[in-house]
């Protein structure tokens, strides 16, 4: 158990629709990672948020957006869902930014289908 | 731009062999390489990294390998054993900007016969 937990494990929805991911960082973590995993792809960076500011931003479709809370939880919102959103996307969370010095720690993932 | 890739999908071993797992980047302004390992419906797990000041770090049955000019890292575990079986991906940073992205690779899957 990594301590970063993702809300829901899974979701199925349909196009055009809109949904919400959940998650919560490791106790002490300041800095949250997006990542979306395709089928046969690699993880894919979409976006960091470090203390609630947005740190750094990968290809991130417009479509997609997210924010850090004041307790550090952080949420990505999808809208106008295609089936090419179908992925796992993962949360990860890690005490500070530089990773040759903070470990990033991921959640256990979220499986969205869009049908 | 796939900056970081594993050519290799899957590989399979005996149990007691070595595996030897390779990732290659472009971009070199890469100065930190990290394995990640990833067993089904779980999140990836950090398993060793590498700085790109160094050619070589080793932490108990893994071993990881830089070889800067030709911008190739390699995973090599021995002796594999069957818990060993999972995904394994290559990453990437390039800390210019101080920031926490990682730059994944596609993943190796590898398969370690009993």
């Known amino acids: 158990d990594s301590g970063v937990t993702q809300t829901p494990k899974h979701l199925i929805t349909a196009t055009g629709q809109r949904v919400t991911l959940r998650c919560s960082p490791r106790?002490?973590?300041?800095?949250v990672y997006w990542y979306q995993q395709s089928l046969d792809q690699g993880l894919q960076f979409l976006i960091q948020y470090y203390n609630g500011e947005e740190r750094a931003k990968g290809n991130i479709l417009e479509r997609f957006s997210a924010q850090q809370f004041p307790d550090l939880h952080s949420e990505l919102n999808l809208s106008s869902l295609e089936l090419g959103d179908s992925a796992l996307y993962f949360c990860?969370?890690?005490?500070?930014?530089?990773?040759?010095?903070?470990?990033?720690?991921f959640g256990p993932g979220t499986r969205l289908t869009v049908t | 731009d796939q900056q970081v890739k594993q050519n290799s999908p899957s590989l399979s071993v005996q149990e007691g062999r070595i595996s030897i797992l390779n990732c290659d980047y472009t971009n070199s302004m890469f100065d930190y390489f990290l394995w990640y390992k990833k067993y089904p419906a779980e999140g990836p797990t950090f398993l060793i990294s590498i700085s790109s000041i160094k050619d070589k770090n080793e932490d108990g049955r893994f071993t990881v390998f830089l070889n800067k000019s030709a911008k190739h890292l390699s995973l090599h575990i021995v002796p594999s054993q069957p818990g060993d079986s999972a995904v394994y991906f290559c990453?990437?940073?390039?800390?210019?900007?101080?920031?926490?992205?990682?730059?994944f690779g596609q993943g190796t899957t590898l398969q370690v016969k009993p």
């Open positions: 990860a969370s890690s005490r500070g930014q530089n990773p040759k010095t903070y470990e990033q720690y």
């Open positions: 106790s002490g973590d300041l800095s």
């Open positions: 990453a990437a940073s390039a800390n210019s900007g101080n920031t926490g992205k990682l730059i």
